[in-house]
């Protein structure tokens, strides 16, 4: 009986042991399960997770809660019997290590764990570097929660953190003071790790800031780096004195009305003594210059030359060159105007054309007023002089000069604040004619960009220089030298005494009918030399294409006589009649004709005289060159006559407009000038050339053809008997 009593409770005790192997079985395929089905970024955050503490005491059972491991534990298979026998009530049975289906589910349970292991350290490498920067959020952020599964005594290890001292009994502790130094907790994280962590929380707030912070710091690179200019505006001298380079020295300026004005700088060798009649020379030689600094505070003296009354003054120390600014540094150099201004060849000169520093400093221009050589010692073409040069040539000094001072201006404007790429040639009356010439001379090539003509002559020199040097015989007659040395140690007045009063052009009105039968009655100075001049101004317009930009204009009666100029001057109409029927006019038949167009009146006579002798001859020049605009101020300076000089003082501002026409007329005429000098537009004009006459009154409108040019044109009148300069 005992002996079934016995095998029966064997049989209980194999059936709980085949139970037990069963559940133990069935929990490790469920735990292998759950291992192969998670992710490897579950994997990873598990693997990451900090390791849960049990407090003092805590002694490995079965069934301890704890979080599952990644890895099945190693000791598993060699932890001995024995000892898990001595803890009665906490452990497995020594069976299960006898049990084969068992130790194969522990081994296949670790193989797959290796392999696992081995595939996640892939992603782990490649994920190393952004997560030793970043690191991970919080689970409690996340949402995520620890799992939680069975521990047995084996796996429990793995777990909580084991004190490496134990009891008798062989039962582990743990620490229960978290905040106890452990040298195997995870160090604290970097304050830059947690500046990094605090900016991806954050991440529209510190891209906002970066932003701003490299703004910064760009617009503080650019400051530092940027351009730097040496050269400022110099500083001023006793609050009013100003110092400039040139290619000869330094030179002194004064501060004026808010611009600067240097007066009388030497561009030339004075044309004295042996160089007298020799073409201009420019200051290369340095005992040419001058030590120091040059005070340029006066006014320079002109050339030797007649005025409207006859009389006699100058020097022959004369090429200098006044330079009016806004500002003395080569920053934003700014257009050139360089005016050449002449009543006539033997003088008058500058006459109205003398600008300012104010003029300067408000319209944002350099202005250049060279002096030149005029008259006899200017354009005297003769033979004792050609036999003195080689190749023998004579006469157009005027224009050396001209030539010499646009050369100082090419190598020494910037210094001033002007550009001398954008350089501008304004010639009024005679100096317009001398600018007209310059304009297909070779040596003043590149020398200018743009010319403005107004009112100067259209006829020019076409006999050759031999006949020109005949024709000036009269002239050494009355100085009896028949050489160069003679001429030269001759004194100047004596010399500009020596000058035939036919020379001199007096008041011109309409052509005489002596006129007609006379071939060159008035005296020409400007000679084909060869040199400068080496064909008619006329020829060159016609062959070429002009490099030039270029505008031609006058005054609706420039070509007035100065006794008709005084605003007490008053003519009658019958008075008017007679001069018309007396003239050349009445002898061709024309007289009728022409006071139907003009009315008897003294504006009527003036403008009939104009557009003979000035306006008509212009339009032809004019009409060479279908680029060429042409204008006609037609706006009196005053109450009855748009003078000479009307359209030259509007622009220059040098006279007051009294009414609100006047105003506008000015304004207009200034616009008009400046835009041409700035950027060479004339944005009135047709760009097609058919209506180009400007005609300039309050406004400027345009015109096909100026009225009663066509006619005198064709009855030959124009340009034949046109004022000669």
């Given at each position: 009986?005992?002996?079934?009593v ?39 955050i ?9 407090p ?7 069934g301890f ?7 099945t534990?190693k ?25 084969p ?13 290796k ?17 030793s ?17 069975l521990?047995?005594?084996e ?9 490496p001292?134990?009891d ?28 990094l962590?605090?900016?991806r ?10 932003l701003i912070?490299?703004?910064v ?12 200019y040496v ?8 609050g ?7 290619s000869?020295g330094?030179v002194?300026?004064?501060?004026e ?18 160089r007298r009649?020799?073409?201009a ?45 806004p ?9 050139v105007?360089v005016?050449i ?12 054309m003398?600008?300012?520093s104010?003029?300067a ?13 005029m008259?006899?010692?200017?354009f ?5 002089l050609?036999r ?6 004579s006469g157009?000094?005027g224009?050396?000069d001209?030539i ?11 210094h ?11 010639g009024h ?6 600018v ?12 200018f ?8 002559s ?15 015989e009269?002239f ?20 500009m ?8 052009i ?57 006794k008709y100029?005084?605003?007490?001057s ?8 007679k ?20 009315n008897s ?17 212009l ?6 060159k279908?680029n060429i ?17 009307s ?22 005429m ?20 058919a ?11 345009t ?14 009148i124009a340009?034949?008997y046109?004022?000669?300069?």
């Open positions: 009986m005992s002996q079934t016995e095998e029966q409770e064997q049989e209980k005790n194999m059936d709980k042991k085949e139970t037990a192997e069963e559940e133990r079985e069935k929990m490790l395929n469920a735990e292998n399960t759950k291992h192969a089905s998670k992710p490897v970024a579950d994997l990873e598990e693997e990451n997770h900090q390791k849960r503490k049990i003092i005491g805590g002694i490995k059972m079965p809660c704890r979080s599952k491991s990644k890895e534990n000791d598993d298979n060699v932890k001995s019997t024995d000892k898990v026998n001595a803890e009665p009530g906490l452990a497995i049975s020594k069976d299960k290590e006898q049990n289906p068992s130790n194969e589910v522990s081994i296949n349970v670790e193989k797959e764990s392999e696992k292991e081995s595939s996640r350290g892939i992603f782990r490498a490649m994920k190393l570097p952004l997560a920067v970043f690191p991970r959020k919080k689970k409690q952020e996340t949402g995520e929660h620890d799992i939680v599964g521990a047995s005594v796996t429990l290890g793995d777990v909580a953190e084991k004190v001292a134990a008798d009994a062989g039962m582990e502790t743990v620490r229960l003071d978290g905040n106890a130094f452990n040298a195997d907790d995870p160090p604290k994280p970097h304050s830059f790790v947690v500046c962590s605090a900016a929380r954050n991440l529209f707030v510190t891209v906002s800031t970066l912070l490299i703004t710091i760009v617009i503080i690179c650019v400051a530092c780096v940027g351009p730097r050269l400022l505006e110099p500083p001023l001298k006793d009013k004195y100003i110092l400039a380079p040139t000869c330094l002194e300026g004064i501060l009305d808010g611009g600067y004005a240097f007066r009388g700088i030497p561009y030339a060798v004075p044309p004295i003594s042996n009649w020799q073409p020379e420019p200051l290369r030689r340095i005992e040419n210059c001058w030590t120091g600094t040059y005070s340029a505070h006066n006014n320079s003296i002109h050339c030797w030359q007649f005025d409207s009354s006859g009389r006699i003054s100058g020097t022959e120390d004369c090429l200098k060159l006044d330079v009016f600014t500002k003395v540094d080569t920053r934003n150099p700014l257009p105007v005016m201004g002449a009543e006539t060849l033997n003088g008058g000169s500058p006459g109205v003398q600008p300012s104010k003029l400093r408000v319209r944002e221009i350099v202005f250049v007023r060279p002096n030149f050589r008259g006899v010692f200017g005297l073409a003769a033979e004792p050609s003195t040069t080689h190749p023998p040539t157009n000094y224009l050396s001209i010499v001072a646009l050369k100082w201006i090419q190598n020494n404007i910037h001033f604040g002007g550009c001398k790429n954008n350089v501008t040639i304004w009356r005679a100096g317009g004619t001398l007209t010439t310059l304009i297909g001379a070779r040596k003043a090539n590149d020398l960009a743009r010319a403005w003509i107004s009112s100067s259209a006829i020019f020199p076409g006999e050759e220089l031999s006949k020109s040097e005949k024709s000036n009269v050494l007659n009355a100085t009896r030298c028949s050489d160069a040395a003679c001429l030269r140690s001759k004194d100047p007045e004596e010399l005494n020596a000058v035939p009063s036919s020379w001199l007096g008041n011109v009105e309409l052509p005489e009918p002596k006129e007609a039968g006379i071939t060159n009655a008035k005296h020409e100075w400007l000679v084909k030399d060869g040199s400068i001049i080496q064909e008619h101004v006329g020829e060159i317009w016609t062959k070429q294409d002009l490099k030039v930009k270029i505008v031609i204009g006058t005054t609706a009666q420039s070509g007035t006589p100065v100029l005084s605003s007490n008053t003519l009658e109409a019958d008075q008017v009649n001069i018309v029927r007396e003239s050349l006019l009445g002898t061709n038949g024309l007289a009728d004709e022409a006071l139907r167009r003009y009146t003294l504006k009527g006579l003036a403008t009939m005289i104009s557009d003979i002798r000035v306006v008509c001859p339009l032809t020049i004019a009409n060479m279908t605009p042409f204008y006609v101020r037609t706006r009196p300076r005053g109450e009855t006559l748009a003078d000479p000089d359209d030259a003082a509007a622009i220059l501002g040098s006279y007051t407009p009294r009414t609100v026409e006047e105003k506008r007329h000015v304004d207009a200034q616009k008009f000038f400046n835009r041409f000098v700035w950027f060479g537009e004339v944005t009135q004009a047709d760009p097609r050339g209506k180009r006459i400007l005609i300039v009154d309050q406004d400027i409108h015109e096909n053809d100026y009225p009663n040019c066509d006619f005198w044109i064709n009855k030959n340009p034949k046109g004022r000669v300069d």
